[in-house]
């Protein structure tokens, strides 16, 4: 479970940059004009990523693998306390 958790994270990891490496940066259809030579980069454009579908499937993969590690971690940290049992009754 933890080499699957692993793999997840790392394939959204990889389906997020292939998307933004793709031609046009994952940019498809955008209602923004192209910003004229010359012109001053707005502040943060560097950081902007227009969402696509290959983004979102990115990003699902990268969560699925980041809750399938938290979950055996915090799985193993349960059953590595050694606590006793609670007796019911």
Known sequence: MLGLGVVLAAAGVGVFWVTNLAPGGGA???????????????????????????????????????LLLAAVGG?????RSGGRPVSGG
Do not use: M
């Open 28 to 66: 498809g259809w955008s209602a923004y004009a192209p910003l004229e030579p010359g012109d001053p980069a707005p502040p943060g454009a560097g950081w902007r990523v227009l969402w696509t579908r290959g983004h979102l499937v990115g990003a699902a993969l990268l969560v699925l693998g980041l």
């Open 75 to 79: 799985w193993l940290l349960g059953r």
